[in-house]
T-cell receptor, first 114, second 110 residues
């Protein structure tokens, strides 16, 4: 039973560049949520995708965008990178339409901005 | 956004001791989740709670959904070295967004 997988594991970019992070949900899951976790803090919700549409968005600027594919995998795109975007980006998957379904996390992508 | 405050912020305990931590908010939450995160890894789900007053166990871990729906508690009995890590609570307020707490760092001294 494959868990949530994310790629790449680490990434180094410079200010102003763009980045794409990828996530494959846990087998059988159809909902994907993305989180940003700064060092020493809890994860912060970026957005959630269900049925290939953004279902809910947290307090993040439009530089953060995403996509969900028909196979339920997802991408997170960040444009015009800032130093403050350096963080661990976590993908979580869950099953179905109900909001209270437990979310299962991948090990994240560590993004460093120079 | 909603604030979830976890206490204590950090704990240093002897192996074999019991551990208690909590998560509080000024708002009412509908679902509580507890996670453990090890360095370099993603959070791992420990327990999910769905009703006020609910008490759920997972091995040596027991969690409760507070009666007021504004808090939740996690207890670990007979701690072992592999319990070391950061414990996060997460609450579902409205919509589809889970809010995460500030975390409790647990160190177990052998």
């Amino acid at each position: 039973d494959a868990g949530v997988t994310q790629s790449p594991t680490h990434l180094i970019k410079t200010r102003g560049q763009q980045v794409t992070l990828r996530c494959s949900p846990k087998s059988g899951h159809d909902t994907v949520s993305w989180y940003q976790q700064a060092l020493g803090q809890g994860p912060q919700f970026i957005f959630q995708y269900y049925e290939e549409e953004e279902r809910q968005r947290g307090n993040f600027p439009d530089r953060f965008s995403g996509h969900q594919f028909p196979n339920y995998s997802s991408e997170l795109n960040v444009n015009a990178l800032l130093l403050g975007d350096s963080a661990l980006y976590l993908c979580a998957s869950s099953l179905g339409r109900a909001a209270n379904q437990p979310q299962h996390f991948g090990d994240g992508t560590r993004l460093s901005i120079l | 956004g909603q604030q979830l405050n976890q206490s204590p912020q950090s704990m240093f305990i002897q192996e074999g001791e019991d551990v208690s931590m909590n998560c509080t908010s000024s708002s009412i939450f509908n679902t509580w989740l507890w996670y453990k995160q090890d360095p370099g890894e993603g959070p791992v789900l420990l327990i999910a709670l769905y009703k006020a007053g609910e008490l759920t166990s997972n091995g040596r871990l027991t969690a409760q959904f507070g009666i007021t729906r504004k808090d939740s508690f996690l207890n670990i009995s007979a701690s072992i070295p592999s319990d070391v890590g950061i414990y996060f609570c997460a609450g579902l307020y409205t919509g589809n967004q889970f809010y995460f707490g500030t975390g409790t760092s647990l160190t177990v001294i052998p």
